[in-house]
């Protein structure tokens, strides 16, 4: 690699090989650090404080599938603070930071990918990497710490490809994120970051690849970016069960708009790491085309947090499995059946909670599952949710199951593919439901509010 370098800013250019090093210094040196056209293969790398980075059209950053070149850094993987993987691009303890362009960040996802379906394939042949010993070490208690869909009992806890770590004022616009091992783009323990214009794409196989996770983060933007990837779309969340009831930290003041999400889990999702709160959220002028959920939340006892004044407004869905989905039987990440329970439990900290949603001028066409669903628990109801100026059709042919709507456990689906209500007390206010049989499935708890 050669580098033009002035007293603020260094132009670098592509050469072979492992270029880690010459980035890294370029970057610590430099307020300003220009990738012009070229591949540029490297490990993981860190971004200060007061640093701009260009990322011009036709530059890559690609980053190599060495597991073992991604050393133990401690941070929150899937909600709980533990020893992880060392993100591929971390920005951390940092303020001002600017990372523009065109260009291209690439995770090279494909060997992550393949091992973890490895282990969650069951694979007898598969040996444990040298990765994963240092971090069962680090993290002793590991098989006891929540886990989501990610693997934490192997404890291969794969990189995110940016994360941007308790740091304020960073902005990150127009560039591409691909292939990423893990999470894509990961704001945690930060303030003030804008989102602008960032295309997003994983395989829709590649396992655990959400987009954006916004997570105990506060005063964020995200605004007109396209993201096509194998899980969740734009996430939501705030840390897992007791550790991150401790942490309290809560995401807030959030303002997705004009973005477009496609093939993921869910459009907008919050959850199901929600301990800490999520909390004044705004979600408008966005297209939801053939996600499996349009906007989703999703909790369960165990999980804790207060969730609250969320407004999701003039969104369109289309060919979804189910466009809007309030779940707090939600079944991923544990065995203990005792948490699905249909009877009143006690109300503990561990004890999610849920109000002051509105979900106004939205329209869904081509459900495949059925029409939505809010689903709160008997001890601890939905309360103040409306539902206003909305239209949601199911397809005349739509055969998924009805179950698929949202991955519960310890409910029966309704028999008809109607907007399913259970403990919640909701205000419909021109909600129309196209479907065939019984548009609107009221079961117990439900209070329907006048208008």
């Keep these: 690699m050669s580098a033009i370098k002035t007293r603020d800013e260094v132009l670098l250019t ?24 070229g591949i540029y293969i490297t490990g993981p790398l860190e971004v200060p404080s007061d640093t701009t980075v260009i990322i011009e059209k036709s530059a890559l950053i690609k980053f190599v599938d060495d597991f073992e070149s991604y050393p133990p850094i401690f941070s929150r993987w899937e909600g709980v603070k533990c020893w992880c993987m060392h993100p591929c691009l971390l920005i951390s303890n940092a303020e001002n930071v600017e990372i523009k362009g065109e260009g291209s960040i690439d995770g090279s996802g494909e060997a992550w990918w393949k091992e973890v379906m490895r282990f969650k394939g069951k694979d007898e042949s598969r040996v444990p990497k040298p990765i994963e010993y240092r971090l069962r070490k680090l993290n002793p208690d590991y098989m006891n710490q929540p886990g989501g869909g990610g693997g934490r009992e192997t404890q291969f806890l794969r990189p995110p490809l940016v994360q941007i770590y308790r740091s304020k004022n960073v902005t990150i616009e127009g560039i591409k994120l691909q292939n990423s091992p893990f999470w894509t783009l990961h704001p945690l323990f930060s303030k003030d970051i804008r989102l602008k214009n960032i295309r997003i794409a994983n395989p ?31 996430a939501l969340k705030s840390g897992s069960g007791i550790d991150g009831i401790r942490d309290g930290v809560p995401t807030e003041k959030i303002a997705i708009r004009g973005c477009t999400v496609l093939s993921a889990h869910g459009g907008v999702v919050i959850g199901s790491e929600t301990a800490g709160g999520v909390k004044h959220v705004s979600v408008e002028n966005c297209l939801f085309d053939g996600t499996d959920r349009g906007v989703r939340i999703k909790t369960r006892r165990g999980r804790g947090g207060v969730i609250h004044h969320l407004n999701f407004k003039n969104i369109v869905m289309k060919d979804n499995l189910c466009p809007f989905v309030i779940n707090m039987y939600y079944g991923c990440g544990t065995d203990d059946q005792s948490l699905f329970s249909l009877k009143k439990l006690p109300i503990t900290e561990e004890t999610p909670e849920i109000y002051g949603v509105k979900i106004e001028g939205c329209v869904a066409t081509g459900c495949e599952s059925s029409a939505g669903v809010i689903v709160g628990l008997p001890e601890r109801p939905v309360f103040d949710c409306e539902i206003k100026d909305c239209n949601f059709k199911v397809a005349l042919n739509a055969n998924r199951e009805i179950s698929e709507s949202a991955m519960y456990a310890g409910l029966t689906p309704p028999q008809t593919r109607g907007f399913w209500l259970r403990n919640v007390e909701i205000k419909l206010d021109n909600l129309k439901v196209d479907c065939i049989g019984e548009p609107i499935i009221i079961e117990e708890g439900v209070t329907v509010l006048d208008k």
């Design 14 to 37: 592509e050469s072979e090989g492992i270029m880690t090093v010459e980035i890294q210094d370029a970057l610590n040196s430099a307020k300003r650090v220009v990738f012009q056209k």
């Design 204 to 234: 829709a196989e590649a396992p655990n690849t959400d987009g954006i996770d916004i997570e105990s983060s506060s005063d964020v933007t995200v605004e007109g970016c396209f993201v096509n990837v194998g899980d969740d779309g734009i």
